[in-house]
C-alpha cells in the first residue's frame, strides 16, 4: 500500500511543480529529505529552521529554497503549542521536480544565474525578511494560478530569487562532508526510518543498525535532530498521516495502519494531541478549506 500512496503523493512529469498554502497550529513535518527542490515561504511563524548542519532561528517574512536531498525541518516555537487558537503558521510552498527544465538550466546561457543559485540550494538558501517585496508578491500569487501561467510565474520567481544578493547560505561549506562523516551516520540513520517509521521498531534495533550503543545513539540523535528517537518517530507518523489525509478516498483506518499505529483509538488520541485535530476534523478542514 505505501509505494502505490507515494507514487499517488509524488510530483509527476505531468505536473513538475506543486504549490499550496498553508495555515498549520504548528509545523508537524519531521526531519526529513526528498529528490524535489522546495521554497518555503514565513507568512506567520516563528521558531528554528534544522537545514543540513545549521540550526538557526526563523521568523515572518523568511523564504527558504532547500535543495535536493539536503535533510530539514522548521520547528515553531513553543507559543504555538499552547493551544491559543489566534496563532497560526502560515505561508506558502513550492516543490518543483529536479528534472524541472534541466537541458534548458544547464546548458542554456539565459539561466546561468538560476543554475548558479540551484547549485546553490545544496546547501540551502535564506532569503532574509523584507529582501524583495517582488519575491513575496509571487510566492503569494503562484499557488493561486495553473497551467502555463503557473509555469511563467514560477520562471519568474527563479529569476527574482537568483538576483537577490542579499542571499544567504544556510549550511557551511563542509556541510557535505559532515552529512558524508557523522551525518552519513544521520543520513542511514533518517533513510532507514523513513522506509521503517510504519512497523514497530525499538532503541535496540536502530542503535544496532548505528552501530552504536543506546546511551550514545540517544544522545547522538538528539544532538542531530533535537528530539528524541520515541517523539521523532511519533511525528515521521503523524507527519505521514497528514500527507494521506488529503487523499480522500483513503479511509482513517487505513490510514492508522499505514502509518504505524497499533490501534485507530491510539491513532486518533496521538494525532489530536500533536496536531490539535482528530484526523477527521483535519481532513475536513484540509480538503474544503
Known amino acids: 500500500m505505501k509505494n502505490i500512496m507515494n507514487e499517488r ?24 529529505f526528498h529528490p524535489e527542490y522546495e521554497i518555503i515561504y514565513i507568512q ?5 529552521r534544522f537545514v543540513g548542519n545549521s540550526k538557526e532561528k526563523f521568523r515572518e517574512g523568511d523564504v527558504f529554497l532547500i535543495g535536493t536531498n539536503l535533510p530539514h525541518y522548521l520547528k515553531s516555537d513553543e507559543i504555538f503549542h499552547a493551544g491559543d487558537a489566534q ?37 540551502g538558501i535564506y532569503f532574509p525578511a523584507g529582501c524583495s517585496p517582488q519575491l513575496i508578491k509571487l510566492l503569494k500569487t503562484i499557488p493561486l494560478e495553473t497551467g502555463i501561467d503557473q509555469i511563467t510565474s514560477f520562471l519568474q520567481l527563479l ?4 538576483e537577490i544578493t542579499s542571499r544567504q547560505i ?5 556541510a557535505i562532508i559532515d552529512i558524508i562523516h557523522d551525518a552519513s551516520r544521520i543520513d542511514k540513520i533518517i533513510s532507514y526510518l523513513n522506509k521503517n517509521y510504519n512497523r514497530p521498531i525499538d532503541l535496540y534495533e536502530i542503535s544496532s543498525f548505528a552501530a552504536m550503543n543506546r546511551t550514545a545513539f540517544c544522545r547522538f540523535f538528539k544532538r542531530k535532530t533535537g528530539k528524541s528517537f520515541k517523539n521523532y518517530i511519533l511525528e515521521m507518523r503523524i507527519g505521514y498521516a497528514c500527507k494521506l489525509l488529503l487523499i ?12 504505524g499505529f497499533d490501534t485507530i483509538s ?10 490539535g485535530y482528530t484526523p477527521t476534523e483535519y481532513r475536513k478542514m484540509m480538503l474544503t478549506g
Request: hydrophobic residues 30%; positive net charge; aromatic residues 16%.
Open 9 to 32: 503523493l509524488s510530483i509527476s512529469k505531468s505536473y513538475p511543480l506543486k504549490a499550496r498554502f498553508y495555515d498549520y497550529e504548528h509545523f508537524t513535518y519531521p526531519w526529513h
Open 44 to 48: 506567520e511563524s516563528t521558531g528554528v
Open 87 to 123: 496563532l497560526r503558521v502560515k505561508g506558502a510552498i513550492i516543490q518543483f521536480e529536479k528534472e524541472f527544465m534541466h537541458h534548458s538550466i544547464a546548458y542554456y546561457p539565459h539561466f546561468i544565474k538560476i543554475k548558479h543559485l540551484l547549485d546553490e540550494s545544496k546547501q
Open 159 to 162: 529569476k527574482e530569487m537568483s
Open 170 to 174: 544556510i549550511s557551511t561549506s563542509d
Open 248 to 259: 480522500d478516498d483513503i479511509n482513517i483506518s487505513q490510514i492508522s495502519l499505514e502509518c
Open 266 to 275: 491510539y491513532f486518533n488520541k496521538t494525532f489530536k494531541k500533536n496536531t
